[in-house]
């Protein structure tokens, strides 16, 4: 299994190669710090999202959905 950071947060497609010079341990202190502000950053960016999809879902009644 592939356990590059990049694959995640950067949709890198090298695959974590041993030739891939930007390869990063999703394990390593440094990729769980850039897993945890890539996660800080996709809560902040959806949350407008949800804030109107949760307006939508109180618009309908369980047996309209």
């Known amino acids: 299994m592939n356990d590059c950071i990049w694959i995640i947060v950067a949709h890198c497609e090298c695959c ?3 030739k ?4 990063l ?3 390593s ?3 769980l710090m850039i897993m945890g ?4 950053d996709v809560d902040n960016a959806l949350e407008p999202v ?3 999809w949760d307006r939508v879902r109180r618009q309908y009644k369980k047996d309209e959905v």
């Not at 502000?37 to 800080?40: E, K, S």
């Open 37 to 40: 502000q890539y996660l800080q």
């Open 50 to 52: 949800w804030k109107e």
């Open 25 to 27: 341990s999703m394990d």
């Open 16 to 18: 974590g190669t041993s």
């Open 20 to 23: 891939c010079v930007h390869r």
């Open 29 to 31: 202190e440094k990729g």
